[in-house]
């Protein structure tokens, strides 16, 4: 079994930073893309950045030059450094991972259970 684990969110106020962690527990061997959604109440849920294998990263036009999305796929971790935080970036942010290999299973599609960001104007 694999999960997602997130970690470091909380309340900040506008023009702060925090720093998202998102690890994958379990006897993984390899995860594809992995990567930040969020969503705020009675919204959709969005793409905030994602980021593959390899290092290259997609972000969402709204966070480009203020947030930085990075993994160590020895750890199996990826983290989301949010810089220069704005009201309007609060919300759940949901870590994912789409395609993860363990010795036996391939999971797609995984979310971890999400950690709330609230920034303060």
């Known amino acids: 079994q694999v999960q997602l684990v997130e970690s470091g969110g909380g309340l900040v106020q506008a023009g702060g930073s925090l720093r998202l962690s998102c690890a994958a527990s379990g006897s993984i061997f390899s995860i594809n893309v992995m990567g930040w959604y969020r969503q705020s109440p009675g919204k959709q849920r969005e793409l905030v950045a994602v980021?593959?294998?390899?290092?290259?990263?997609n972000y969402a036009d709204s966070v480009k030059g203020r947030f930085l999305v990075s993994r160590d796929n020895a750890k199996n971790t990826v983290y989301l450094q949010m810089n220069g935080l704005l009201p309007e970036d609060s919300a759940s942010y949901y870590c994912?991972?789409?395609?993860?290999?363990?010795?036996?299973?391939?999971?797609?599609?995984?979310w971890g259970q999400g950690t709330l960001v609230t920034v303060s104007s």
């Open positions: 980021i593959n294998s390899g290092g290259s990263a």
């Open positions: 994912n991972a789409d395609r993860v290999r363990t010795g036996i299973h391939t999971f797609l599609d995984l």
